[in-house]
């Protein structure tokens, strides 16, 4: 059940479909404000196309019922994943579902929505783990950036931003602190404050500040820890200021989790209230001030006429001003257009083809795109329908192309010291311990990428670093007779290496090793590989086998196999001759032996069948012959380890 309406889980009889239908609450349906805003979620939400936010299907009302038809979401709450888990959320997870919840956010905010009332009540995961933002039942949309409560607050308290708490303006920047606050959740399995009663908390949200996540999970990535307090400042001009840079930074802490990249934003908290003063001259009057110009001393002496002649001058400029500024703030929308993984000549005439300004905002190495090609556009490009107000700026980052670099001679380094020489290098070390007779512990025995090599910044080297300056030696024992288990368990104790071989032999007990590759007694380097041959009896199996007759003679008609009981041996086929044309002797070997005969068998029968028993692959063949000196054969091998019924036709 929604705050102010009640959920049904419907069926779509035309589409053949299920659906959710939010019907407006009882208590509300006299309440024109309440009546409002359930217009303004169905009108707001319907103008958003995103995979991550419900789709809204038909609105409307009904004899007095107000009701709104929507997507149906298979999944549980984030609020119910939270509490089931009962701790922290894995933070990749975590902010899996940010990344989704942010971009479902720049839609909704570039078109004049906002939601003002984030939690993770209100957003749904599905099974394949697809974040939705569901219940805009309090957004409203907007034509400038702010938009003002109903005279109270709205919402939850625990996800509300300052501004919301104290009933001020709320913008986009609000959605984004009420999304700090479900990452901080998710990160810490708590709200940043909590009290025994909502004005306590709203109160928190104005004038105290947060525990850093950091200090509460300690395996949150610092990157990420920055993120979430940035987006939780209680100064909204100190928070990212729209969707878009968030979902920027979320993205590149996944790649870069201990990066430090997020950028606090400089802000003179005095400049909001500075005033400007004004010192008007005084006017002196006098005799000696007497206009010279006898226009101006005409509308002096005529005080009435010149007020009238003022306001109608005040007028025309004001509503000239008006129509300007107008046509200045609310330019028309124009369609967004999507420019990644072109050349930036051709996308800088896209750009401003749609009436949008292109601003290169850096050029940085990518190896997955090409050079001069783009690698992002800001805002980002959604679908066909993702509009934006015309002169909006269009700013993309350029691909150098893959930044190449040579790998250093490491081999006989120490270990620390190798590593930072391939870092320094742009290239990532991997390191592949051994143990080496001759090469002090924790030095490079050999690198894989030979030296001076040219490859692409990024790449792993990998480094085989000793463990040791000797090998142990250690003795071989003898295990043959034992169990495989505990032969190996028994070998992989002494620091053997073992792998196994089967063979069968029917004489020994089943699993038990019939031999070893190294002689008992016998002293190797520890981690020698020792071989065992380990005893595997196969089973019988069974498997049935039938033979359609029908199908390999071909059968018989009763007209081609009939005659006249009284017919003489020269006028027609005697009974005898007839019977042998409908009947057929049945035979089936198994590796050469017969293990089934039957005579007589109906040759229109279809279902002759016996079992056959054996170990592994076995021939079988099928043989038919009839009095005629008809004859059909038919030879298959037969896996009887994974097959348990065949039929020859």
């Not at 709320?170 to 009290?195: H, N, W």
């Not at 201990?258 to 003063?277: C, H, L, M, N, S």
């Not at 007990?509 to 380990?534: F, H, P």
Request: charged share 25%; net charge negative.
């Amino acid at each position: 059940m929604a705050g102010m309406a009640i959920v049904y889980k419907a069926r779509d009889v035309i589409l053949n479909r299920n659906v959710a239908v939010k019907v407006l609450r009882d208590e509300f349906t006299t309440d024109a404000e309440f009546i409002k805003r359930f217009e303004t979620e169905a009108q707001s939400a319907a103008r958003l196309t995103h995979a991550n936010i419900v789709s809204i299907y038909d609105v409307g009302v009904d004899d007095g019922i107000y009701y709104i038809v929507m997507e149906l979401v298979q999944g549980k709450t984030l609020k119910e994943i939270i509490v089931e888990e009962k701790g922290p959320l894995p933070w990749k997870w975590s902010m899996n579902v940010a990344i989704q919840i942010a971009a479902a956010l720049d839609v909704a905010h570039c078109n004049n929505i906002i939601h003002r009332d984030i939690k993770p009540h209100n957003i749904i995961i599905t099974e394949d783990g697809t974040a939705k933002i569901t219940d805009f039942g309090i957004a409203k949309a907007v034509s400038n950036s702010t938009i003002t409560a109903f005279g109270t607050t709205i919402g939850s308290v625990h996800y509300f931003s300052p501004e919301h708490a104290r009933g001020g303006y709320t913008d986009a920047k609000s959605d984004i602190y009420s999304l700090g606050v479900v990452m901080y959740e998710m990160l810490t399995g708590k709200v940043p404050f909590d009290a025994d009663t909502p004005v306590s908390v709203a109160l928190k949200h104005m004038q105290e500040e947060p525990v850093e996540p950091i200090k509460l999970n300690p395996n949150i990535p610092e990157a990420i820890n920055k993120i979430i307090m940035k987006a939780i400042q209680k100064d909204p001009m100190l928070r990212y200021q729209t969707s878009m840079d968030l979902l920027k930074d979320l993205k590149e802490a996944l790649k870069n989790p201990e990066g430090d990249f997020v950028e606090e934003i400089p802000y003179d908290k005095t400049a909001r209230t500075q005033k400007i003063g004004v010192e008007p001259q005084a006017r002196k009057t006098g005799k000696n001030n007497k206009p010279k110009n006898k226009f101006i001393q005409w509308i002096m002496d005529h005080k009435k006429l010149s007020v009238f002649i003022g306001v109608i001058l005040l007028f025309f400029v004001a509503f000239g001003g008006t129509m300007g500024v107008l046509s200045i703030t609310n330019p028309p929308e124009v369609d967004m257009p999507n420019v990644v993984g072109m050349h930036k000549d051709e996308a800088k005439k896209a750009i401003e083809e749609a009436k949008l300004v292109y601003e290169e905002e850096k050029e940085e190495y990518n190896k997955d795109v090409e050079e001069d090609h783009i690698i992002s556009q800001n805002p980002a490009y959604f679908d066909k329908y993702h509009s934006v107000k015309q002169g909006s700026t269009v700013k993309v980052v350029v691909s150098k192309g893959t930044e190449k670099t040579k790998v250093p001679n490491v081999e006989g380094k120490e270990k620390e010291e190798a590593i930072k020489m391939i870092e320094e290098a742009k290239l990532k070390a991997e390191i592949v311990e051994e143990t080496s007779k001759t090469i002090a512990v924790d030095h490079v025995i050999s690198q894989e990428t030979e030296p001076d090599a040219e490859v692409s910044a990024g790449d792993t080297v990998k480094l085989h670093v000793s463990i040791g300056t000797g090998i142990k030696e250690i003795t071989m024992t003898n295990v043959v007779g034992k169990a495989e288990n505990a032969a190996k368990s028994e070998l992989e104790g002494l620091g053997f290496k073992v792998t196994v071989n089967y063979e069968e032999n029917s004489s020994k007990e089943n699993g038990v090793v019939l031999k070893q590759s190294l002689d008992s007694g016998k002293k190797v380097d520890e981690g020698t590989t020792v071989t065992l041959t380990v005893n595997k009896i196969q089973e019988d199996k069974s498997a049935t086998i039938i033979i359609n007759v029908k199908s390999m003679t071909g059968g018989y008609t009763s007209s081609s196999s009939s005659g006249s009981s009284d017919s003489s041996e020269e006028g027609g086929a005697t009974e005898e001759h007839v019977q042998s044309d409908k009947t057929a002797d049945v035979e089936l070997l198994v590796d050469g032996k017969s293990v089934y005969s039957s005579t007589g068998v109906d040759k229109n029968k279809t279902d002759v069948s016996t079992t056959i028993t054996g170990k592994g692959s076995v021939s079988v063949q099928v043989i038919i012959t009839d009095r005629s000196g008809g004859n059909w054969t038919r030879t298959q091998t037969i896996n009887l380890n994974n097959t348990n019924k065949f039929t020859f036709q």
